[in-house]
């Protein structure tokens, strides 16, 4: 052993010597704690014979830190002595996914900010209703910061009574969010090789789940030097770790968690085994594929039915064009820089919150009922602008909105484009944008870019390219006309995003939104007249957009999910498991309302009658996940299955087989095959 070595070792082993001895120690009665820590139950009456989910909710002061069960190099996790009721048993703790801090050479496996450790509580079968349930606990733990550790200890106490099972909806989420942050625990077997220096794992991870600042964290002790690089790469399905192995150990079995983001991660359970070598990583090979599947994904978007109505935007902005060069090139150029800007701050703003720990995927602009609300009005103005009603170059503050001419509408029109065709996921982008959650950021955001390239490529190339360019009609005064027509499309654009608020917030959405929507169109008929009779409406355009801006903290906040009918089961991730194990096929699908492409799907191949029939002779279960709303069990789930957004089809075959996934355009004869 060399002498930083031994130093390293004598250190921490005098660190937990020192902070077992004061751990054990006498600590004053009432002490100052800088972790402040409560015992609390996601049912504060819970039914007899149930199981309810408790946590200890661990808060530190700023710049204070906890430990992980396996504390790493120094440092001592939390100790319970509980005090229960005859018959109550506590099961395993879980755990969430610790961070890493390193001091003077010294690994620790922290919990930096607020967190819960959680649970479960199973209760006696043959407990009275009414009956009150002592919870009593004297808890131990550490806190430090990178200079100093004190040892602190509390009792933690709770009373249920048993009851109903009730679970009020704060504590619900306050639980769902604790859940959030637990490592998923693996099923799938992990494999590990070691010899007297190497320790080498292999596990089974799907290649589409992202990987960010991947870390091994051992449950198992002296397995591994805590503080030693870890090398971590991907062989397809497997997540590759190489790093040092502490000398002299025998493992039979080596448990731990593989973080793969902040705050992310799964529990795995590893056995001896045959561990691959690591492959050698071509990031620049993996761009460019993304890339590339971001490019023909948005080439393929112009083409879904989601994008369908504004094609009338990108055609009258073709139409004014005519055969001027300079003009049909300058406005190419501007609705692609508004679809590439667009793309680019989208994406952003996805990887952004996805850091910060939201459950979220690619179109969660549109699972906000008031975007979908300005989102209403916004197209209801284009929709009288091109029916002539008003004109939007003399409508005050409205001169950067799609339906001005020239560079400036263009390039709105390419905003709206993209802010309203880029919810559903066409052919390609599945990949593309899994990739670009995998990434690093400067990558992921080319990517996101090149999908907005790819959506606004058919519009360069008329623009640049004189032999398409003529080929269009000249101008005259048949754009008149032709603009009238196109409202028509426009019309129907708000009248979905009107069925999508309804969808959203029910009924006094749907009110609110009909009212706004006709409020604003009796506005724009008087400026219409104002502008006719040559009168100013910048005062009244700056009315409107205030007054619409007013009503949006009115609105009513999204219905649950689970609140509205679904066709087929709706999903749970435990009902699946449930049917899974049954060995029952299931055909799960995942839709939101605002997918356009999620809507035919259904309508051409899920809801038919023959497809119907088909599945339930073969005893095929249907399981329907709706995203229309956000929902953080959905998010997880596609996150896990390399997506980002819907839609979203697989299938599980009879008795246990492979998944499959299915193309993202359904047919029903691509259905009723699942059911031979």
Known sequence: MTSQGFSLRALRDMAMALAALLFFGALPAGAQTHIRAQLAAESLTPKPGSTVMLAIDMQPDSGWHGYWKNPGDAGVGISLDWDLPKGATLGPMRWPVPERLMVAGLMNHVFN????????????????????????????????????????????????????????????????????????????????????????????????????????????????????????????????????????????????????????????????????????????????????????????????????????????????????????????????????????????????????????????????????????????????????????????????????????????????????????????MAAALGAALVLPTPAALAIFAGLGLGLALPFLLIGFVPALRTRLPKPGPWMARFQSVLSIPMFLTAAALLWLLWRQTGSAGLVMGAGAAGGLSLVLIWIGRRQAGGKSTAWPGAALVIASLAVLPLLPAAVPTASRSVVGEPFSEARLAALRAEGKPVFLYFTADWCLTCKVNEQAAIDREDVQDAFAKAGIVTMVGDWTNADPAIGRFLEANGRSGVPYYVFYPKGGGEPQDLPQVLTPATLTALAR
């Open 113 to 428: 900010g607020d967190h819960a450790l959680l649970l479960p509580l199973t209760l006696p079968k043959d407990i009275p209703l009414g009956t009150k349930i002592p919870l009593r606990a004297k808890a131990q733990w550490l806190a430090c910061t990178d200079k100093i550790c004190v040892p602190e200890r509390g009792e933690l106490a709770l009373d249920l009574v048993i009851g109903d099972g009730a679970i009020l909806p704060a504590d619900r989420a306050r639980f769902d969010g604790w859940r959030a942050a637990l490592a998923v625990p693996l099923g799938s077997p992990a494999q590990f090789e070691r010899t007297s220096t190497q320790l080498r794992l292999a596990i089974p991870i799907p290649a589409t789940t992202p990987l960010d600042e991947a870390w091994f964290f051992a449950e198992t002790e002296k397995a591994l030097a805590y503080a030693a690089p870890q090398n971590i790469g991907r062989d397809g399905n497997l997540v590759i770790v190489e790093t040092t192995a502490t000398p002299d150990t025998q493992l039979a079995e080596l448990r731990g968690v593989i973080s793969t983001a902040p705050g992310r991660g799964f529990e795995i359970v590893a056995t001896p085994g045959a561990v691959p070598p690591l492959p050698d990583s071509n990031l620049a090979q993996t761009i460019l594929l993304a890339l590339g599947g971001a490019l023909l994904g948005g080439l393929l978007l112009n083409i879904m039915p989601c994008v369908f109505p504004v094609i009338s935007l990108k055609a009258m902005s073709l139409a004014r064009a005519g055969g001027d060069a300079r003009t049909a090139e300058g406005e190419a150029l501007a609705y692609a820089a508004g679809v590439v800007v667009t793309c680019l701050a989208l994406g952003g703003a996805l990887l952004g919150l996805r850091a910060s720990g939201a459950a979220i995927g690619w179109a969660f602009q549109l699972q906000d009922p008031r975007i979908i609300f300005l989102l209403l009005l916004l197209v209801m103005a284009i929709a009288l602008n091109l029916a002539h009603v008003f004109h939007l170059r003399g409508f005050g503050g409205g001169e950067a909105l799609a339906g001005k001419d020239g560079a400036s509408g263009a390039f709105w029109t390419g905003v709206l484009a993209a802010f309203v065709a880029t919810p559903c996921t066409g052919p390609f």
